[in-house]
């Protein structure tokens, strides 16, 4: 995206109709006309506006999710920007689950928004998309998405592949209707539960067909070298296990070098990465071996029939490379310790009554905009104690953290670096370390199973 002024960019939202399917015409709520949205490349430390226009029919909320943001711009679910010709007091309710909100003075509206991200933070691809409350699954599904790099000299110096090798890939699953539709089960009213019978997509909202970037299963063509796959699952619920194989049946190492949050301090080699909603891998994939003509396949071991393709790779030529992984990647991540925290917590993340259905939970309650959940002093070392019932990703807004343990043994390989999200497996309990550091104010942590969390599993975190 080209910015109107030094630092300041414009993005109206607006439906559009897109062929994603072949032949398929795809009505698509969009930033700016495309899904996904138009990236969005910054300097760190060089503050960022945009001005978001609504011209949807609905209120959205844009959030710059894995950005150190002040919580005026951190897009709170409330803090709504309107369509036009909205009544200011009318708030819809999300087929099932949706409580009102409890405390309308948190609703602050208007039809545009400056959204101001100062980026004073490590380098790190970060994903802008919306996040009203009780609405933010099915505002995602149906396009509301996009990238936003923030990149520094240092990270540039290491001369890891870049340019037409450098690939953001944004991994959405999606199902259609026969007329082209997204099919999302709450615009669905024959899929429409009653009371106190279970939602059928309680679990989250799966879809048949993977995109990235947009489009079902693309072929990119490459050439036989290092390439840099900054990776993003941006789909509601879906979790994915990443393989990359080569026609004879050889799988390609994924070297990782960054993690949601930036560079890890040294490279970590996986054949298979697994990727929860919301969590973003930077990982190095070397072509070199294949033989040109050969195709790539990048698999889902987690998916079964269509969503165990994801995409593939055709190796088109042969080609010079003078990228490198560097042994030492970053030496500036933080080493908070588990001696350092002032606070110790823990939070149970499970199902529960609500009303009369089920509602996804945090330690028994539901979200409440009204309510502070947690109050942490900006500047402390806290850790927490996560656990889950079933697969719940889990996200904390404002601050990166460290995973400490995973069921009471050591972090898995790929849990190395500083994250964001953390992807909680069936039964499994992880702490994490972090430091609240950036901005006083209003955030949030959540599950980012998106269904989730529109049916209640986020709490409010105040930084005072
Ligand atoms: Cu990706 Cu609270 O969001
Ligand atoms: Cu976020
Ligand atoms: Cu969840």
């Known amino acids: 995206l080209q910015p109107v002024a030094d630092g300041r960019y414009e993005i109206t939202q607006r439906e559009t109709t897109t062929e994603i399917l072949p032949g398929v015409w795809t009505p698509v709520w ?21 001005t978001h226009r609504n011209d949807l029919q609905v209120p959205t909320v844009v959030h710059l999710h894995g950005g150190r943001t002040p919580a005026e711009s951190d897009g709170y679910p409330t803090d709504l920007v ?5 009544p200011v007091d009318q708030q819809p309710v999300h087929s099932g689950h949706a409580r009102q909100m409890s405390d309308p003075r948190a609703v602050r509206t208007s039809r545009t928004r400056d959204y101001t991200f100062p980026l004073d933070q ?8 919306d996040h009203r409350m009780d609405f933010t699954a099915p505002a995602i599904w149906r396009g509301l998405a996009g990238l936003h790099f923030v990149r520094d000299d240092a990270e540039e110096a290491l001369g890891l592949p870049s340019g037409p090798r450098e690939l953001p890939l944004m991994i959405t699953d999606r ?4 007329d082209g539709t997204f099919h999302y089960p709450s615009l669905d009213p024959s899929l429409r539960s009653t009371p106190g019978v279970e939602e059928p997509y309680l679990a989250g909202v799966l879809g048949d067909v993977i995109l990235v970037n947009g489009a079902p299963w693309p072929v990119h063509e490459a050439e036989a070298a290092r390439y840099r796959l900054r990776l993003l699952n941006a789909s ?7 393989e990359a194989v080569t026609e004879d049946g050889r799988r390609l190492d994924l070297v990782q070098v960054g993690a949601d949050q930036g560079l890890l301090a040294a490279p970590v080699t996986h054949t298979s990465l697994p990727i929860g909603p919301a969590e973003r891998y930077d990982v190095v994939i070397d072509f070199a071996g294949v033989p040109v003509g050969g195709l790539v396949r990048v698999l889902n071991r987690l998916g079964s029939g ?19 992984v560097p042994a030492v990647l970053s030496t500036d991540l933080p080493a908070w310790r588990r001696e350092d925290a002032v606070s110790v917590r823990e939070f149970g993340f499970r199902a529960g009554r609500m009303g009369d259905g089920h509602g996804w939970l945090i330690d028994g309650r539901p979200f409440d905009p009204a309510r502070t959940d947690v ?17 719940h990703p889990i996200h904390l807004h404002l601050t990166g953290f460290r995973i400490l343990s995973r069921g009471g043994r050591e972090p898995l390989p790929h849990d190395a670096g500083l994250k964001d999200t953390v992807s909680l497996r069936p039964g499994e309990s992880a702490e994490i370390v972090t430091r609240f550091e950036g901005y006083r104010g209003r955030y949030l942590f959540h599950c980012h199973n998106a269904e989730h969390e529109d049916m209640g599993m986020m709490a409010n975190l105040e930084v005072v």
């Open 82 to 86: 309107l369509p036009e010709g909205w």
């Open 175 to 178: 199902a259609f209707n026969d």
């Open 306 to 324: 269509r969503a165990a393709e994801v995409m593939a790779f055709r190796i088109a030529r042969a080609a010079s490379d003078d990228s490198r």
């Open 236 to 242: 509601n619920a879906r979790h994915y296990e990443l």
């Open 122 to 129: 490590r380098p790190t691809m970060l994903w802008y998309h």
């Open 30 to 50: 969009t930033y700016d006309g495309t899904f996904p949205g138009p990236t969005i490349e910054s300097r760190r430390g060089r503050p960022v506006t945009v």
């Open 375 to 391: 109050t942490v002093g900006l500047g402390d070392v806290e850790v927490w104690r996560l656990i889950a019932d079933v697969h």
